[in-house]
């Protein structure tokens, strides 16, 4: 197969952009605190993804007093997601890396599990242009490219939002898939980092350049893999953080 993720690699920036993301993330798993205590820098930071996941959809933020979600539709499937991914969990990553489109079937059940009926849980809206565009994700994942994982990541992330492929809860999967590629790449094996409140902080800017990844150009594309892995790297910054916090 052709590598179609190679060629982003010459937009301007992107290559550099990419290699600074993979840098910080590494610095942030050789803090004292992660070699020995990653999985406590890991709970937090699938809470915090989680929120701010959640809020860029319209959900809410803030858990109550005895750390429980209110009843909010959107962050208690955000929180699922989060608690399903936490520290790279294997489960979820080998049926990833062997059957992606069961993985976002699961992601589906789990975020929207009090959104819509069950029985529509797991299950890709009926609409020509989905299947084929999954299949596109299910090839970008499965084989072998020479760009780097925080290039995947965001195409990924990208073809997710622009395709909604379920109707319900694409932003907390397409998100939550970002952070899998991460997890499975081995860019940020233990879920460390927190690209999602970087999102959040931008959410306007976040939503212009998902569109701009929707056409396609170079001029649209460029824009949000850039985004992607300024988060990435800001992601990284919050995963000291939570560590020196935590030391």
Same mark, same amino acid.
């Not at 959900?59 to 520290?87: F, H, K, T, W």
């Not at 824009?223 to 790297?233: D, G, I, K, V």
């Given at each position: 197969m052709t590598d179609l993720l190679a060629p982003l690699l010459g937009l301007p920036g992107v290559a550099d952009a990419a290699e600074s993301a993979r840098d910080a993330l590494a610095r942030a798993h050789r803090h004292r605190t992660n070699l020995r205590n990653w999985p406590v820098t890991a709970a937090e930071s699938a809470i915090r993804g989680a929120r701010s996941s959640s809020a860029l959809d319209g959900g809410a933020v803030q858990l109550d007093a005895a750390g429980v979600e209110p009843n909010d539709p959107v962050l208690a499937g955000a929180l699922r997601v989060g608690q399903a991914l936490e520290g790279g969990a294997t489960t979820l990553v080998g049926v990833w890396q062997r059957a992606p489109l069961q993985a976002l079937a699961r992601l589906h059940a789990l975020a929207a599990a009090d959104l819509v009926d069950e029985q529509l849980l797991g299950r890709p809206r009926q609409d020509p242009e989905v299947s084929p565009r999954l299949d596109l994700v299910t090839r970008?994942?499965? $084989? !072998? %490219?020479? +760009?780097?994982?925080?290039?995947? +990541?965001?195409?990924?992330?990208? *073809?997710?939002?622009?395709?909604?492929?379920?109707? %319900?809860?694409? #932003?907390?999967?397409?998100?939550?898939? %970002?952070?899998?590629?991460?997890? +499975?790449? #081995?860019?940020?094996?233990?879920?460390? #980092? &927190?690209?999602?409140?970087?999102?959040?902080?931008? !959410? *306007?800017?976040?939503?212009?350049?998902?569109?701009?990844?929707?056409?396609?150009?170079?001029?649209?594309?460029?824009? $949000?893999?850039?985004?992607?892995?300024?988060?990435? *790297?800001?992601?990284?910054?919050? +995963? &000291? %953080?939570?560590? *020196?916090?935590?030391?």
């Amino acid at each position: 197969m052709t590598d179609l993720l190679a060629p982003l690699l010459g937009l301007p920036g992107v290559a550099d952009a990419a290699e600074s993301a993979r840098d910080a993330l590494a610095r942030a798993h050789r803090h004292r605190t992660n070699l020995r205590n990653w999985p406590v820098t890991a709970a937090e930071s699938a809470i915090r993804g989680a929120r701010s996941s959640s809020a860029l959809d319209g959900g809410a933020v803030q858990l109550d007093a005895a750390g429980v979600e209110p009843n909010d539709p959107v962050l208690a499937g955000a929180l699922r997601v989060g608690q399903a991914l936490e520290g790279g969990a294997t489960t979820l990553v080998g049926v990833w890396q062997r059957a992606p489109l069961q993985a976002l079937a699961r992601l589906h059940a789990l975020a929207a599990a009090d959104l819509v009926d069950e029985q529509l849980l797991g299950r890709p809206r009926q609409d020509p242009e989905v299947s084929p565009r999954l299949d596109l994700v299910t090839r970008l994942v499965t $084989w !072998a %490219s020479a +760009a780097p994982a925080p290039v995947l +990541a965001a195409v990924v992330h990208g *073809e997710l939002l622009t395709l909604a492929p379920f109707g %319900s809860g694409d #932003g907390v999967i397409a998100r939550a898939v %970002s952070r899998l590629v991460t997890i +499975a790449t #081995g860019l940020d094996p233990h879920g460390l #980092g &927190v690209p999602e409140v970087y999102w959040l902080r931008r !959410a *306007e800017e976040y939503r212009t350049a998902a569109a701009g990844f929707a056409t396609g150009t170079p001029e649209g594309l460029g824009p $949000w893999l850039l985004m992607c892995c300024r988060a990435l *790297e800001d992601g990284a910054r919050e +995963a &000291v %953080s939570i560590a *020196e916090a935590a030391g």
